[in-house]
């Protein structure tokens, strides 16, 4: 099982490449999860990439990005031409075009909001401005740029060190939300989380359909990373979302907060993605500069549990190469870090099962075992024993699929569904005749057995060690004895 990599991969598709052929290429390139970015395609498009995924695998999960409270310029007939030096106003009004004499953006309260003094970026920080003074007669703020630039329609508006009051979600967001849920869409990730509220608004809108779509929360400015511990309690995992990140916060100070955050997941067991150009080049180019390897590698080396591909998979010229890619680095990286991470341990799942899932970890390693053979109903000491970043892949037995796709997020899971047995020994029974297939074990494979929801059971977990003829052959024995 050398060849199958623990770092997990999501990769972004668009509606308009999205036919099934792609997407299963993708898959056995290495992809885990699909993304689907709400803030450029509309609901049929979604739900065309939707219906194409689940014809591929039903182990691939999908990721929903929301918009979130974002601040965007309004449509132009054409772009606008910045000069250094030019002085120009910025409006909140979504009802008016971009203007050379006025930049309209989508927040009404702009000009109350922004101080004089502050650095408002356009375009991912492809432009920059100062405020120098305000308009009060017309509501306006006055800017004068410090660079030279194209401003086109729609384009991200940034204000670093500004926090700003802007609603939790748009109207967009709970529209997507509602098809999410109709869907049975695995998550959603919420952009621009700033503090435990915004979770907890998107959470209300999912609970409204009864739905039990899991929420990543993307860190993208300062006031997220400021309310991270906050933020985790709430959440199901964490996107680093470096690319407004490193707008909102000096670009020098990222790798430090990616490894920060990173850290901090890996000890509230929750799952966290590493997104944002990770192999930007690739998306004309057939191969990554050393800088992007070396990107990929440094997140696997800070044990991330998975890695993103946005324009790469979405509109590059080598989608399937990109996936390829990032596979190829995790792999070599996986097999040169250290194979055990000395998590500290917390009681997540309950004292015995929390504690049982750090030693099946512990112990697959000590006596070279193939792999643990774990069962699960919803995933929570699955990812107990991912935290630990163990080599040997952990083979999650799902009793449902919801569990199955949950789990493809994180670190070295790979999921089977099984029916619900009433025994330990119906479970091995089937999870070794599956595994055995599927996984080319032979009767001489150790392997780590930890389970537990069986309904004859007494709720603890039952952890056995053996080689693969060893339990067929007790199982054997046992049902002869019956």
Same mark, same amino acid.
């Given at each position: 099982?050398?060849?199958? !990599?623990?770092? &997990?991969?999501?990769?972004? =598709?668009?509606? &308009?490449?999205?036919?099934?052929?792609?997407?299963?290429?993708?898959?056995?390139?290495?992809?885990?999860?699909?993304?689907?970015?709400?803030?450029?395609?509309?609901?049929?498009?979604?739900?065309?990439?939707?219906?194409?995924?689940?014809?591929?695998?039903?182990?691939?999960?999908?990721?929903?990005?929301?918009k979130g409270p974002e601040?965007?310029?309004?449509?132009?007939?054409?772009?606008?031409?910045?000069?250094?030096?030019?002085?120009?106003?910025?409006?909140?009004?979504?009802?008016? !075009?971009?203007?050379?004499?006025?930049?309209?953006?989508?927040?009404?309260?702009?000009?109350?909001?922004?101080?004089?003094?502050?650095?408002?970026?356009?375009?991912?920080?492809?432009?920059?401005?100062?405020?120098?003074?305000?308009?009060?007669?017309?509501?306006?703020?006055?800017?004068?740029?410090?660079?030279?630039?194209?401003?086109?329609?729609?384009?991200?508006?940034?204000?670093?060190?500004?926090?700003?009051?802007?609603? /939790?979600?748009?109207?967009?967001?709970?529209?997507?939300?509602?098809?999410?849920? +109709?869907?049975? =869409?695995?998550?959603?990730?919420?952009?621009?989380?700033?503090? !435990?509220?915004?979770?907890?608004?998107?959470?209300?809108?999912?609970? &409204?359909?009864?739905?039990?779509?899991?929420?990543?929360?993307?860190?993208?400015?300062?006031?997220?990373?400021?309310?991270?511990?906050?933020?985790?309690?709430?959440?199901?995992?964490?996107?680093?979302?470096?690319?407004?990140?490193? =707008?909102?916060?000096?670009?020098?100070?990222?790798?430090?907060?990616?490894?920060?955050?990173?850290?901090?997941?890996?000890?509230?067991?929750?799952?966290?993605?590493?997104?944002?150009?990770?192999?930007?080049?690739?998306?004309?180019?057939?191969?990554?500069?050393?800088?992007?390897? /070396?990107?990929?590698? /440094?997140?696997?080396?800070?044990?991330?549990?998975?890695?993103?591909?946005?324009?790469?998979?979405?509109?590059?010229?080598?989608?399937?190469?990109?996936?390829?890619?990032?596979? &190829?680095?995790?792999?070599?990286?996986?097999?040169?870090?250290?194979?055990?991470?000395?998590?500290?341990?917390?009681?997540?799942?309950?004292?015995?099962?929390?504690?049982?899932?750090?030693?099946?970890?512990?112990?697959?390693?000590?006596?070279?075992?193939?792999?643990?053979?774990?069962?699960?109903?919803?995933?929570?000491?699955?990812?107990?024993?991912?935290?630990?970043?163990?080599?040997?892949?952990i083979l999650a037995q799902?009793?449902?699929?919801? +569990?199955?796709?949950?789990?493809?997020?994180?670190?070295?899971?790979?999921? /089977?569904?099984?029916?619900?047995?009433?025994?330990?020994?119906?479970?091995?029974?089937i999870a070794l005749s599956?595994?055995?297939?599927?996984?080319?074990?032979?009767?001489?494979?150790?392997?780590?057995?930890?389970?537990?929801?069986?309904?004859?059971?007494?709720?603890?977990?039952?952890?056995?060690?053996?080689?693969?003829?060893?339990?067929?052959?007790?199982?054997?024995?046992?049902?002869?004895?019956?």
């Amino acid at each position: 099982m050398l060849n199958r !990599k623990r770092t &997990k991969i999501v990769a972004t =598709i668009s509606d &308009k490449n999205c036919e099934p052929d792609f997407i299963r290429n993708l898959y056995e390139a290495g992809m885990d999860v699909v993304r689907i970015n709400s803030a450029h395609l509309e609901i049929e498009g979604a739900l065309r990439i939707i219906r194409n995924v689940r014809k591929v695998s039903d182990k691939i999960a999908i990721l929903i990005d929301t918009k979130g409270p974002e601040i965007r310029t309004t449509d132009c007939d054409e772009p606008v031409n910045i000069q250094t030096g030019t002085v120009i106003r910025m409006a909140g009004d979504s009802g008016k !075009k971009t203007t050379p004499e006025v930049i309209h953006v989508n927040l009404r309260s702009i000009a109350d909001e922004v101080p004089v003094g502050s650095r408002v970026m356009i375009d991912d920080g492809e432009i920059v401005f100062r405020v120098i003074g305000k308009d009060r007669d017309r509501d306006m703020l006055i800017l004068k740029s410090e660079n030279m630039g194209l401003i086109g329609s729609r384009k991200s508006v940034n204000v670093p060190g500004v926090k700003i009051d802007l609603p /939790s979600l748009t109207d967009k967001d709970r529209i997507f939300i509602q098809m999410a849920a +109709a869907n049975d =869409i695995e998550f959603i990730a919420h952009s621009f989380v700033r503090r !435990k509220q915004d979770v907890l608004d998107v959470q209300a809108e999912i609970d &409204k359909y009864n739905s039990g779509i899991k929420i990543i929360a993307k860190i993208e400015n300062q006031e997220g990373v400021e309310n991270i511990n906050d933020i985790l309690d709430v959440v199901y995992g964490i996107m680093v979302a470096r690319g407004d990140l490193a =707008i909102e916060i000096p670009y020098e100070k990222i790798p430090t907060l990616q490894k920060m955050i990173i850290s901090r997941c890996i000890y509230c067991r929750k799952p966290v993605i590493v997104a944002t150009q990770m192999l930007h080049s690739m998306i004309t180019n057939p191969r990554p500069t050393r800088a992007e390897v /070396s990107d990929i590698a /440094s997140a696997v080396y800070s044990q991330t549990d998975a890695l993103m591909l946005s324009g790469e998979t979405a509109a590059g010229n080598y989608p399937v190469e990109a996936v390829r890619t990032m596979t &190829k680095v995790a792999l070599e990286v996986e097999r040169n870090k250290e194979k055990l991470l000395e998590t500290p341990f917390i009681n997540v799942t309950g004292e015995i099962s929390s504690y049982l899932a750090k030693v099946a970890v512990e112990t697959s390693l000590r006596i070279g075992a193939r792999g643990i053979i774990a069962d699960t109903s919803g995933g929570r000491t699955i990812r107990d024993m991912a935290s630990y970043r163990g080599f040997n892949l952990i083979l999650a037995q799902c009793y449902t699929t919801r +569990a199955m796709r949950e789990l493809a997020l994180s670190y070295g899971v790979y999921t /089977s569904y099984q029916e619900p047995r009433d025994s330990i020994d119906q479970f091995i029974h089937i999870a070794l005749s599956n595994l055995i297939s599927e996984y080319d074990f032979r009767g001489d494979d150790k392997v780590v057995v930890l389970a537990g929801n069986f309904s004859g059971g007494n709720g603890f977990s039952f952890i056995e060690v053996g080689t693969v003829e060893y339990l067929n052959k007790r199982i054997g024995f046992l049902q002869d004895m019956n």
